[in-house]
């Protein structure tokens, strides 16, 4: 099974400034088959990017997605209120499915 | 796109529950669904997963034998029958739909989720 480590933890930002968050895979993950979600309180998680890079409907564009291999980026370019949440990578290069842990983005 | 769970509560260590997904606003029977559970403070676990037609069925190590998924594409329902519930089942439990058919990739749409809740 493919384990996901996320970094950091919790990212403490300002509105304005931009995010990166990491996904480190302990193998490679074929074809680029990964996934980003976001995750508010007392929410479901909801699809920003698959296939490491490709967003998702009605994403907006200050989400991208990059890497390949066993790393992973998500840069959020200038982070808006609305972006405070939790953020989570997953894999569907080989069965099982497998989540990363969740990078925090909060309010500085 | 819409999924509704429900069929969640509180129940004792030991016993059982069923869980509904009831799906609309696509082609129920086209696309594999999934359970995914959010135990309390926690991350993602996917724990079972079902492809379109039925035929194939996945179940993380966790529940396997214990959980068993299954879906009436007449009905536009997805189900999870839960036995032996165990305090460390307590989540709150997603279906998600993949975005394919014959196999499990990524989630595109989510329901809003049932907490399951497993105590004496």
């Known amino acids: 099974e493919i384990v996901l480590t996320q970094s950091p933890g919790t990212l403490s930002l300002s509105p304005g400034e931009r995010a990166t968050l990491s996904c480190r895979a302990s193998?490679?993950?074929?074809?680029?088959?990964l996934a980003w979600y976001q995750q508010k309180p007392a929410q479901a998680p909801r699809l920003l990017i698959f296939g490491a890079s490709l967003r998702a409907t009605g994403i907006p564009d200050r989400f991208s997605g990059s890497g390949s291999g066993t790393e992973f980026t998500l840069t959020i370019s200038r982070v808006e209120p609305e972006d405070f949440a939790v953020y989570y990578c997953?894999?569907?290069?080989?069965?099982?499915?497998?989540f990363g842990g969740g990078t925090k983005v909060e309010i500085k | 796109v819409q999924l509704v769970e429900s069929g969640g509560g509180l129940v004792q260590p030991g016993g059982s529950l069923r869980l509904s997904c009831a799906a609309s606003?696509?082609?129920?029977?086209?696309?594999?669904m999934s359970w995914v559970r959010q135990a309390p403070g926690k991350g993602l676990e996917w724990i079972s997963g079902?492809?379109?037609?039925?035929?194939?069925?996945y179940y993380a190590g966790s529940v396997k034998g214990r959980f068993t998924i299954s879906r009436d594409n007449s009905e536009n329902t997805l189900y999870l029958q839960m036995n032996s519930l165990r305090a460390d089942d307590t989540a709150v439990y997603y279906c998600?739909?993949?975005?394919?058919?014959?196999?499990?990739?990524?989630?595109?749409?989510w329901g809003q989720g049932t907490l399951v809740t497993v105590s004496s």
């Open positions: 193998q490679s993950v074929s074809s680029s088959y």
């Open positions: 606003g696509f082609t129920f029977s086209t696309y594999a």
């Open positions: 998600a739909k993949d975005w394919r058919s014959t196999t499990w990739y990524y989630f595109d749409y």
């Open positions: 079902i492809t379109g037609s039925g035929g194939s069925t």
């Open positions: 997953q894999q569907y290069g080989s069965s099982p499915l497998t």
